[in-house]
């Protein structure tokens, strides 16, 4: 599989000219193998002989964006309850009995865009394993619906205060970044629509979305993509054929700044501020976006850990953080912090903020933001994750953007590119802010009260028209 790789006697790891150094060090593709069932399942290898088991991952289009409002939460739900069995071997104690007897481990995730599946399996078991795997999806027992319910509603009970209120920070914001839109929910729904999900339902869901052309499949490891489409044919080519949903187009963001807040009885405040930005479909705003988030917060010599942590010691846990979806995305950056420390800490972070909108970047900062950009392109390629995001999911969203091509983007990129993005991006008609912990409304009115005449004060003056 293509990597790079330094000669340490001739080319140091910080060079001063990153497009030579590209050029003598070139990031190379993975080499990976595609095609398609005759269902239109789309079947991925990455040939990895050095591996010791096969890692297979199915992914299907079908996450909790494209839930309808009374659906909220059939996606997730959906996902436990392919685990509970098959029409063969109805028992999940059984079904993972059997699995585990052959070493191989299976798990599954769902997010607004996909639900991922995956299993590692020794090469040996391969072929068994990934037979039993695939009756999850082609002949499932949807069984135990009671069961799984009071399951999921406990999950639910992770994220809320003794009150029933949600606190998890990013599904309280995306009510504001995404109002009336199906990417405003939790992926794990409502209590409502979890509590009158029927068997009914879910079949209903996996007909519509678990088809051919919205699925694909992934192997990672010691295979041969020859054998390895064999063997999707013959374990996933009874799933029906054909295109799932159009993907719902993100709505407009309410005009901001809003301010929310939630009390939970804990010893520290998580505050969090959300900008509303764009998604991988529109590469000239995600690389300035994506350049912002690692200015902010990639390393200890980053400007949030070096000038917010280390210098004012006034947290331990901050962070910046950039989650694109094919269209939209946002860009977050959070802290736990004692409540004392509170609007310190807020006007240490627009200071950040308001340095991104108006000063470019100087050499030496650009030129660690390349070199380390450069190696995390690099190391992706050796992770399988990254390998489905990149070569395997974006293929359903007709998005994928190859290795070389992402290095050349960020190559291309400028100081002046990002400050500028920045200044539209940075804005308080785009952000939400999010309080969780104690007192936290008493909190959330003092930063309001403080710092609101600061935010509307920030506007677009950038030169640059790039």
């Known amino acids: 599989m293509g990597s790079f790789s330094i000669n340490q006697e001739s080319s140091p790891l910080h060079p001063m000219d990153m497009e030579a150094f590209s050029l003598a060090h070139p990031l190379t593709e993975p080499h990976y193998g595609t095609s398609q069932l005759d269902n239109g399942l789309t079947v991925v290898s990455f040939p990895m002989p050095w591996l010791h088991e096969v890692g297979v991952t199915i992914l299907a289009r079908s996450g909790s964006r494209f839930e309808r409002d009374r659906e909220a939460g059939i996606a997730h739900f959906l996902e436990h309850m392919l685990f509970k069995g098959t029409k063969r071997i109805p028992d999940p104690t059984e079904l993972h009995t059997q699995l585990e007897a052959l070493a191989a481990d299976m798990n599954a995730a769902t997010g607004p865009e996909t639900n991922l599946y995956w299993l590692n399996v020794p090469l040996i078991h391969l ?61 794990l729904g409502t209590r409502e629509t979890v509590e009158n999900v029927e068997v009914a339902d879910l079949h209903r869901y996996l007909q519509k979305h678990y088809r051919g052309d919205n699925m694909a499949v992934a192997f990672f490891g010691p295979v041969e993509h020859a054998h390895v489409h064999a063997l999707a044919e013959k374990t996933l080519g009874a799933l029906a054929a054909g295109p799932g949903e159009p993907t719902p187009p993100p709505p407009p963001m309410p005009a901001g700044p809003h301010w929310l807040a939630v009390n939970d009885p804990t010893a520290q405040l998580s505050l969090s501020l959300f900008f509303r930005c764009a998604g991988q479909q529109e590469p000239n705003r995600f690389y300035p976006t994506a350049a912002m988030r690692r200015l902010l917060d990639d390393g200890f010599a980053s400007r949030l850990q070096a000038e917010v942590r280390e210098k004012e010691g006034l947290v331990y846990d901050l962070w910046a953080a950039y989650s694109a979806y094919t269209d939209t995305g946002t860009l977050e950056i959070g802290a736990s912090v004692s409540p004392e420390n509170l609007e310190v800490l807020f006007h240490n972070l627009i200071q950040q903020l308001h340095k991104l909108r108006t000063e470019p970047a100087g ?50 990129l400028t100081p002046e590119q990002v400050q500028f993005q920045a200044e539209l991006l940075l804005r308080p008609e785009n952000l939400v802010v999010v309080l969780v912990g104690p007192n936290a409304e008493k909190h959330r009115k003092k930063l309001k009260a403080r710092f609101s005449e600061t935010l509307a004060s920030w506007h677009i003056s950038s030169p640059w028209q790039g």
């Open 127 to 187: 072929e068994e394993s990934l037979s039993l795997f695939a009756e999850l999806f082609t002949e499932p027992a949807l069984l135990g619906i009671e069961n799984e319910r009071q399951v999921i509603l406990a999950e639910m009970r992770e994220d809320e205060n003794e009150a029933g209120e949600n606190t998890h920070p990013f599904v309280m914001a995306s009510g504001q970044l995404w109002k009336n839109h199906p990417l405003e929910r939790s992926v």
């Open 363 to 412: 050499q030496e900062e650009w030129l660690r933001l390349k070199t380390r950009w450069y190696a995390a392109l690099g190391s992706s390629l050796d992770r399988p994750s990254e390998l489905v995001e990149r070569y395997v999911s974006d293929q359903l969203f007709h998005c994928v953007e190859p290795v070389t091509e992402s290095w050349q983007r960020v190559l291309q």
